[in-house]
């Protein structure tokens, strides 16, 4: 209803218009001539001719040019509505566009995310076994630092008392050495002697 009273409006005053323009042209061609006549006084009943001769010329023109400029108007409506229709079609599909862009950004922005929390995850349980194992290699070293250790303790404990033993042996020597006579000595060999020869 808008559009047909713009519309009719719209031709009304374009026809208003040019009626407007048509009289004007016939005022200043009017005027002309009574400058070319400036000798004679203005001629009432030829300007009351030019007046109805502009008139039916006007009214002859809108009657011919009024069906084609409705023609006109009416496709340029129509081409508007067209366009407007069209505008909004892709208005519409743009924001459906947009509408299914957003949706997968939310969700490339939520997979994302999972994706990031399960690194972080992942991270965190291999940093945990690095650890475990970490402990689990210390504890063995430990384990055969101990065993070394003790090792090397009973290797000291050996070598001390096949030292002290040693050194036992050579304070007796000594000892008897100090103590014992020639014919203890010759008395020892004997025996050593006699046991030898049973033994045999």
């Known amino acids: 209803m808008h559009a047909s009273l713009r519309g009719n409006r719209f031709k009304s005053g374009l026809f208003a218009s040019l009626a407007g323009v048509v009289l004007s042209l016939t005022w200043l061609a009017t005027a002309f001539a009574a400058e070319a006549e400036a ?18 010329v006007v009214a002859v023109l809108v ?33 459906a566009e ?33 650890i475990e194992a970490a402990h689990r290699e210390a504890d063995y070293i430990q384990q055969q630092a101990h065993v070394a250790i003790e090792q090397e303790m009973q290797t000291a404990r050996g070598k001390l008392k096949d030292e002290v033993a040693d050194l036992a042996v050579a304070g007796a020597e000594a000892i008897i050495q100090k103590k014992i006579r020639a014919e203890d000595q010759q008395r020892l060999v ?7 020869v049973e033994a045999k």
């Open 98 to 130: 947009h509408a299914r862009v957003q949706a997968k950004m939310d969700s490339l922005e939520e997979e994302t995310k999972k994706i990031v929390d399960e690194l972080i995850s992942e991270g965190e349980a291999e940093r945990q076994k690095i």
């Open 190 to 196: 004997n025996e050593f002697m006699t046991k030898v």
């Open 63 to 95: 009657k011919l040019l009024k069906k084609p400029m409705a023609n006109f108007l009416s496709a340029r409506r129509e081409e508007i509505k067209s366009l407007l229709s069209e505008l909004e079609t892709r208005t519409a599909e743009a924001k």
């Open 39 to 56: 000798a004679e006084p203005l001629n009432w009943t030829d300007f009351a001719y030019r007046v109805v001769a502009t008139s039916i």
